[in-house]
């Protein structure tokens, strides 16, 4: 049972194993070269070791059926990557993000531990299967209870909002393939997580779906709406990854209403879009990742707005992040429309056939999924338009493209086409994983099954078409203007004829508009300084873009814990005396204590008998 | 195969229609019905001049633009009469089509390295996601309302039962003239005859296109156009035979045009500030219309 979607899962670990290698030239030698760097006692060692040990554990997840022996490989893992995310630890940012990262995820971890040795008191079993059981005699609130503690642990990895803090610090502080790595394999295996759960509980998929549902929506909008006002493109890369957490998350609520309603349809469409939309955000989040380390290798800079015409210097590199854009925008003919169609394919049959509260939370669903693929648009238009078109910012020196480092990701964009254009490769794969969530509950393979996932994949031959379509036309017109006078000029300035590299549109401005709109939901801060005098010199704007959620929900309650601890702080005055002083107390409380609660004990018991 | 002849047809004159309306109303006689057309294929005929600024995207969003139109059109069917292209939920691809050719123009007005085209990307990105929810709940309460996620299905099933649902076809018609307006960067949202790029959004986004590439770029607008106005048209005709369907889908073009001419004529362009609030009251009443359809079919609670 469950074998297949481990094979899917492993999948995804097996496409990161593949290409990640590849990243670099020639490290065919992989393992030789970490035992030779160990020898030599370098620190890259470690972060060698670290990759290795971090992509067995992300199989090792997947094969595990005991919740003890996960909840070890789990660790490992986190700790595994926090050792990937400090490459740079000479930057305090770097390890700051990185200790964030440790904290948040171990959070996680004590949820989930919390989780199962609950089950494991009540049923003395830590294997899987005993949740099934343990669920099934629960009451129904206490069974969705242990489900949200659960679904917490997991969603904190997989960076559903407000558990996704430590993302957006992590992603731009590790190196480029690790955040690849990081976005493509380890957030998915949170999602792994709650789909192997949902698997196992006994509870009522109807409720779980509709609060999974609201969860997703606000995780993908919150996603997007602040990748947008980045000005990081890891930021805003990472900003995309909880986004698109969000959309899986929305296909798997979709599903578990299927579940719930019995509906098979809803089912298929549901978990397949959200399994291929795994897949997928792993396909094109690491070629787009993958772009930016090259992007930072050559301009040794992050910064969006200070980067521009980039295609001209690095063209293989530019069409690749083009693909990647256009695949996570879910537009045909790339993967992301194929998983995106089959989310919505489902929300629509939702409309369509279910009733009462479900029709409003999926109609909520429906405006959610739209406004994320619009904000989307918005983004990577920015994203790629002002990084790679345009003219050069400021006078940066000419980079040539190294070609060996575009091969892996000429790998990856074939795969996001190839899934884009015959999804029916993966249909038979998909269905078989989707049954399993039916015939995990004694249902049979639904009927309609198959036919739900396989009737949607014709859109690839569509796609296919209007590539075919853009081909013809493309060229007819190079035909018909063959002959026709073709010049050259400076792009219309409105007569304006001087150096205009300095007055190209900024990403700033191109989200003007946006930011202005959506600023009560924002958290930004700004600095300005006007013209003064009569001939100015210099005059700017700075934007400092935060996160409402992690204000809130991390830094307030941090702070005031800080003030209250801080009142405690004579305790740690360095005096040794006092340090033998609280250790004298300590051991006299330990002895009395037993002594006292006997004491109190009888005291309340002679109370009674009078 | 019906419905594309109509909207290739209709694409001929429509914009013509639109001037000639926008003439009379302002007093004078106007050029033929053909003019924009014959304007179009003038430009298809000429040289091109390109800024040395732009890459190959410049050159390949126009083609992208139009092919995906081209598609998208191929999708729309002719009140029950199903498009060339017919599948469960073919409006998602429809949209997410018509978004790709928006993307790749998106792309190529930053291509230029011009802020005023960098602004006028900046406004079409944004009012057209404002205008995404729209039709998609739209679709979503007919499909609710019919029980079909095509297209053709939808069409096929939709009746006319009791006055409740007239007025729901009126809405979504109005629904759908303001998303051709906003789409095509008509009347009150942008304005194209405007003398200022500071204040387009569409047109200040081609001003670096020339020759043939602004003449696919043009004709787009006119197809556009007529395939809105076929959508909307498949709303009334239904399945009725082809001799009377295929009159009354000129007659509703026609209308079409009219009211976009007369809307262009009467009203002024709003600020830009005040333009995400008119396009996001297209998703209310979108809204309101599931509402409606959920109240029809008595499914409400």
């Not at chain 1, 590790?174 to 196992?200: D, E, F, Q, T, W």
């Not at chain 2, 051709?180 to 009347?187: I, L």
Request: hydrophobic content about 55%; some cysteine.
């Amino acid at each position: 049972m469950g074998k297949t979607l481990f094979e899917l899962i492993n999948l995804l670990a097996l496409v990161a194993i593949v290409l990640l290698p590849l990243v670099r030239k020639g490290k065919a030698l992989f393992i030789i070269i970490i035992f030779l760097q160990l020898f030599l006692g370098s620190l890259l060692a470690l972060h060698y070791l670290s990759f290795v040990l971090v992509y067995t554990t992300l199989i090792d997840i997947c094969a595990v059926q005991n919740s003890f022996v996960f909840l070890v490989v789990w660790e490992i893992m986190a700790l595994g990557t926090f050792v990937m995310v400090i490459l740079d630890n000479h930057k305090s940012k770097t390890l700051k993000a990185g200790i964030n990262y440790l904290i948040q995820s171990h959070i996680g971890i004590l949820l989930l531990t919390l989780a199962f040795i609950w089950v494991k008191l009540e049923t003395g079993s830590y294997d899987f299967n005993a949740i099934t059981g343990f669920t099934s005699s629960l009451s129904a609130s206490a069974g969705l209870f242990l489900f949200t503690i659960l679904f917490m642990g997991f969603a904190i990895k997989a960076g559903f909002v407000p558990f996704h803090t430590w993302l957006p610090h992590a992603h731009p502080a590790a190196p480029a393939h690790v955040s690849g790595i990081m976005s493509g394999g380890i957030i998915k295996l949170g999602i792994y997580g709650i789909l192997r759960m949902l698997m196992l509980v006994r509870i009522d998929m109807v409720m779980v779906g509709q609060l999974l549902l609201v969860v997703s929506v606000i995780t993908g909008v919150y996603g997007v709406m602040l990748a947008i006002i980045q000005h990081d493109l890891k930021r805003l890369l990472a900003y995309h990854s909880i986004e698109n957490i969000g959309i899986i998350g929305i296909g798997i609520a979709i599903g578990c209403l299927g579940i719930g309603h019995e509906n098979p349809l809803l089912m298929a469409t549901g978990f397949a879009g959200a399994l291929l939309h795994t897949l997928n955000h792993s396909l094109f989040k690491s070629l787009l990742f993958y772009s930016a380390g090259n992007i930072y290798l050559a301009r040794h800079t992050m910064n969006i707005d200070s980067l521009g015409g980039l295609l001209k210097e690095m063209p293989r590199n530019g069409y690749l992040f083009l693909i990647g854009s256009l695949a996570i925008c879910g537009l045909p003919p790339f993967n992301g429309f194929v998983s995106e169609f089959l989310i919505y394919k489902g929300i629509i049959s939702g409309i369509i056939t279910s009733n009462s509260m479900s029709v409003l939370v999926i109609l909520f669903a429906l405006l959610g999924l739209v406004i994320i693929g619009g904000l989307a648009l918005i983004c990577f238009t920015k994203a790629f338009g002002i990084m790679f078109l345009g003219k050069p910012r400021g006078r940066p020196e000419p980079v040539t493209e190294d070609e060996g480092k575009s091969y892996p990701l000429i790998l990856t964009a074939l795969l996001i086409l190839l899934i884009g254009l015959f999804p029916l490769l993966l249909g038979p794969t998909l269905v078989k994983v989707t049954a399993l969530f039916g015939t995990a509950r004694g249902v049979a393979e639904p009927y309609g099954l198959r036919e739900a996932v396989n009737s949607s994949m014709i859109i690839g031959w569509y796609s296919l078409g209007f590539i075919l379509l853009t081909v013809v036309i493309f060229l007819l017109r190079r035909e018909l203007v063959a002959h026709r006078i073709v010049a050259t000029e400076e792009t219309w300035g409105c007569g304006y004829q001087g150096d205009n590299s300095r007055m190209s549109y900024t990403a700033s401005s191109f989200v003007r508009t946006y930011r202005k709109l959506f600023s009560p939901l924002l958290n930004i801060h700004s600095s300005k300084e006007g013209a003064s005098g009569l001939y100015p010199l210099s005059m700017g704007k700075e934007t400092y873009p935060g996160d409402k959620v992690e204000r809130w929900l991390i830094d307030k309650p941090l702070h005031l814990s800080k003030k209250l601890l801080e009142r405690f702080s004579f305790l740690q005055n360095g005096n040794i005396q006092a340090y033998i002083l609280y250790g004298l107390v300590f051991i006299t409380m330990v002895i009395l204590l037993p002594t006292i609660y006997a004491l109190a004990a009888s005291f309340i018991k002679i109370l009674n008998q009078l | 195969m019906v419905s594309l002849l109509l909207v290739f047809f209709v694409s001929l004159f429509f914009m013509g229609v639109v001037t000639r309306i926008r003439s009379l109303t302002s007093g004078r006689k106007g050029p033929s019905v053909m003019q924009p057309m014959w304007d179009i294929v003038r430009l298809w005929r000429k040289g091109s001049v390109y800024s040395t600024t732009t890459s190959f995207i410049f050159q390949l969003a126009p083609i992208t633009y139009i092919a995906s139109l081209l598609v998208a059109v191929l999708m729309v069917p002719h009140g029950s009469r199903a498009g060339l292209i017919s599948f469960e939920g073919d409006f998602i691809m429809f949209a997410y089509l018509l978004a790709f050719g928006k993307f790749m123009m998106i792309i190529a007005a930053l291509d230029t390295g011009s802020s005023f085209e960098g602004m006028g990307a900046s406004r079409e990105a944004l009012f057209s996601m404002l205008a995404e929810p729209a039709f998609f709940i739209l679709m979503g309460s007919f499909a609710l309302f019919t029980g079909n996620s095509s297209f053709q299905g939808i069409f096929n099933g939709l009746y006319y039962g009791s006055h409740f649902s007239y007025m729901l076809g009126g809405l979504a018609t109005f629904v759908l003239i303001i998303i051709a307006m906003v789409e095509n960067s008509r009347m009150p949202v942008d304005d194209p005859k405007t003398h200022l790029e500071l204040t387009m959004i569409h047109e200040v986004m081609i001003l670096d296109n020339s020759g043939f590439d602004l003449g696919l770029i043009m004709y787009a607008t006119h197809l556009k156009f007529a395939m809105y106005g076929s959508i909307i048209a498949s709303f009334f005709i239904g399945s009725l035979p082809l001799w009377l369907s295929i009159p009354l889908t000129l007659v509703i073009q026609m209308f079409f045009a009219i009211v976009v001419g007369i809307m262009e004529s009467f009203t002024a362009r709003f600020r830009m500030g005040h333009n995400p609030q008119f396009i996001f009251i297209l998703t209310s009443v979108a809204i309101l219309i599931f509402f409606g359809v959920l109240m029809l079919l008595g499914r409400f609670m």
